[in-house]
């Protein structure tokens, strides 16, 4: 099992950047896909991006070009690069192991001018 926690959310302009970090603790994190998700006021959880143990990556196409998704495994941490950022991108950021199913908290990222 692990726990995760995100970081690197806040308040950027339409067209800015921001990349959000995900820390692991605990035994396993190495082993499984980890995965970015992101829930916006009034709608539903969805997929951000997902990387597996060799680094093969998948997006969700409204982020498609724009976010790329990366991890570390020496670093226990995975991450996520967002760049020409758009209002529609608001939402709650959460990072997910999708091996032991442990959701973190969520970072708050918010795109407005």
């Known amino acids: 099992q692990v726990q995760l926690v995100e970081s690197g959310g806040g308040l950027v302009q339409p067209g800015g950047s921001l990349r959000l970090s995900c820390a692991a603790s605990?035994?396993?994190?190495?082993?499984?896909?980890m995965g970015w998700y992101r829930q916006a006021p009034g709608k539903e959880r969805e997929l951000v991006a997902t990387i597996t143990i060799g680094g093969y990556t998948s997006y969700g196409d409204s982020v498609k070009g724009r976010f790329t998704i990366s991890r570390d495994n020496a670093k226990n941490t995975v991450y996520l690069q967002m760049n020409s950022l758009k209002p529609e991108d608001t939402a709650v950021y959460y990072c997910?192991?999708?091996?032991?199913?442990?959701w973190g908290q969520g970072t708050q990222v918010t795109v407005s001018s």
């Open positions: 997910h192991d999708l091996g032991w199913g442990s």
């Open positions: 605990g035994s396993g994190f190495s082993i499984n896909a």
